[in-house]
């Protein structure tokens, strides 16, 4: 059981350049969310997904775009890299059966936008 | 849609002291309420969670938590913090399907 795993583990993007991370998770979690760390901003959300095939826009969207074809899998795409897309990516899943659910976190994802 | 707050942005403690970090929700109602951490280096891990019930919350490696509705509290303490709790600390809300937390406190626990 690998619980939440994120590929790949650093990556460095000239602008412009894009890419797509990935998030796994083989808990059999309803929920998927994408979450980005920068320093002295906590956590914050930049989508999620409620289900297989559903996705929802979360406090920091623009310049992301995700798809969850796979109720295991959900992917982050970055169309155009930019440099303040430069930070830590967090995947998370939950059960989905309510607000006391635990998200289980992967190990993050260190990006850099040259 | 629910928040939190945190005021304690970076902490310095000496082993064996005392701990509390500070966490503010901003209104009431039905609150779900977490406390992460994050070990250097490390993913986010649950330290405790409030939903219902009995407002003092006992968590993992001898944490605690209080939620105070009249305070719209809920903070992180431990009685006797040791250098390996040297970590973020990051309180959280449940608010409409995901969490929202806050800003994080850095906790540096010296020998």
């Known amino acids: 059981n690998a619980g939440v795993t994120q590929t790949p583990k650093f990556r460095v993007l000239k602008t412009g350049q894009s890419m797509t991370l990935l998030c796994a998770q083989d808990m059999n979690h309803e929920y998927m969310y994408w979450y980005r760390q920068d320093p002295g901003m906590g956590l914050r959300l930049i989508h999620y997904?409620?289900?297989?095939?559903?996705?929802a826009k979360g406090e920091v969207p623009d310049g992301y775009n995700v798809s969850r074809l796979k109720k295991q899998n959900f992917l982050l795409g970055l169309e155009s890299a930019a440099p303040s897309q430069t930070s830590v990516y967090f995947c998370?899943?939950?059960?989905?059966?309510?607000?006391?659910?635990?998200?289980?976190f992967g190990p993050g994802t260190r990006l850099t936008v040259l | 849609a629910q928040s939190v707050s945190q005021h304690n942005h970076h902490v310095i403690l000496s082993e064996a002291a005392s701990l509390e970090l500070g966490c503010n929700y901003s209104?009431?109602?039905?609150?779900?309420l977490f406390w992460y951490v994050q070990y250097p280096g490390q993913h986010l891990q649950l330290l405790l969670k409030y939903f219902s019930g009995d407002p003092l919350v006992k968590g993992i490696k001898g944490f605690e938590a209080e939620f105070i509705k009249s305070k719209f509290s809920f903070n992180l303490r431990k009685p006797s913090v040791q250098w390996s709790d040297t970590a973020e600390y990051f309180c959280?809300?449940?608010?409409?399907?995901?969490?929202?937390f806050g800003k994080g406190t850095s906790l540096l626990v010296t020998p």
């Open positions: 998370a899943s939950t059960q989905g059966t309510g607000g006391a659910d635990t998200q289980y």
């Open positions: 997904s409620v289900g297989e095939g559903t996705t």
């Open positions: 209104y009431g109602g039905t609150v779900n």
């Open positions: 959280a809300v449940y608010s409409g399907y995901a969490l929202n």
